[in-house]
């Protein structure tokens, strides 16, 4: 398996906005699903947003509904994160990650991860 490799973390103040990206090296992002997670520190991971392999359609937090939007580009073997509106409480690192999809009522679940990204860290502040 290759490797995921995050970009576009950095200082913002609230209301901002940052764009982060996700390569893939090594394989074809369009082969799994691909989501967004993020963890504070003392909080545990939680997931974002992520493009569903399985029925091609994306999926977001409630706390990411309407500010966030994910995408990705086959060309680039890249997804993105656009980040809209940003709040103190988005501070935190960001990871990418593979793996599979399913749904758990109408809730979306990624499982059997496949790669991680090393994280990129998003700061709002003024």
């Known amino acids: 398996q290759g490797q995921l490799v995050e970009s576009g973390g950095g200082l913002v103040q609230p209301g901002g906005s940052l764009r982060l990206s996700c390569t893939a090296f090594g394989f074809n992002l369009d082969s799994y699903t691909i989501g967004w997670f993020r963890q504070a520190p003392g909080k545990e991971r939680e997931g974002v947003s992520c493009i569903s392999r399985n029925n091609g359609m994306t999926y977001y937090s409630d706390s990411a509904k309407g500010r966030f939007t994910m995408s990705s580009n086959s060309g680039a073997n890249t997804a993105y994160l656009e980040m809209n509106s940003l709040r103190p409480e988005d501070t935190a690192m960001y990871y990418c990650?593979?793996?599979?999809?399913?749904?758990?009522?109408?809730?979306?679940?990624?499982?059997?991860?496949?790669?991680w990204g090393q994280g990129t860290q998003v700061t709002v502040s003024s």
């Open positions: 990650a593979t793996g599979k999809f399913r749904m758990e009522g109408d809730v979306a679940h990624m499982y059997d991860f496949t790669s």
